[in-house]
């Protein structure tokens, strides 16, 4: 049965960084589209970026750009979310998405996604 795991979240202070990773079994990770969501208690699900097959492009919230890199490890059948300059508002749970090849113009919608981590959470705080 295709399973996601999501781990790497914890508490950083403003600024800070954190690694989050999507580590995938029952399924070739490789062969979806992933993407990151978060959510905060009482507000929608909201995507944060999506990584395309294929080295293709990735696409990122405007909230994250340039702070979040997501990305493929070759050796590991899973994904990366490289998340710097931490700020208090990025609070929130995060969880990643294998959502269909085919689907990368709506990656960003919950309706598309296949397979969903369980969230790891991520607390930035002073």
């Known amino acids: 049965q295709p399973q996601l795991v999501d781990s790497g979240g914890g508490l950083v202070q403003p600024g800070g960084s954190l690694r989050l990773s999507c580590t995938a079994s029952?399924?070739?990770?490789?062969?979806?589209?992933v993407t990151w969501f978060r959510q905060v208690p009482g507000e929608w699900r909201e995507a944060v970026s999506c990584?395309?097959?294929?080295?293709?492009?990735?696409w990122y919230a405007d909230s994250v750009k340039g702070r979040f890199t997501v990305s493929r490890p070759y050796d590991r059948n899973a994904a990366d979310l490289e998340m710097n300059n931490l700020m208090p508002e990025d609070t929130a749970i995060y969880y990643c998405?294998?959502?269909?090849?085919?689907?990368?113009?709506?990656?960003?919608?919950?309706?598309?996604?296949?397979?969903w981590g369980q969230g790891t959470q991520v607390t930035v705080s002073s």
């Open positions: 998405a294998a959502v269909d090849a085919a689907l990368f113009r709506h990656c960003w919608s919950a309706t598309a996604v296949r397979t």
């Open positions: 990584l395309n097959i294929n080295e293709g492009p990735a």
């Open positions: 029952g399924l070739s990770l490789h062969s979806y589209i």
